[in-house]
């Protein structure tokens, strides 16, 4: 199982959580934003189906 440690969403959707959120202002912003998060942050995207990504770091155990 792995940690939440993050999401990138396409616009400025009021959500809220204890992970950090992160706001693009287009799709193709989104894709850069992943892709820099994923590589900063040793993590894994997940596309959630309706505009949203969860950033995941698998290596985490408990």
């Known amino acids: 199982m792995g940690r939440i440690v993050g999401a990138v969403i ?3 959707e009021q959500i809220s959580g204890g ?8 799709q193709e912003e989104q894709q850069r934003l992943i ?3 994923e590589k900063i942050m040793d ?20």
């Open 10 to 12: 396409v616009g400025t």
């Open 19 to 26: 992970i950090p959120i992160f706001h693009a202002k287009d």
């Open 35 to 37: 892709l820099s998060l």
């Open 43 to 62: 993590v894994m995207a997940h596309d959630l189906k309706n505009g949203t990504f969860i950033l995941v770091d698998h290596k985490h155990t408990q």
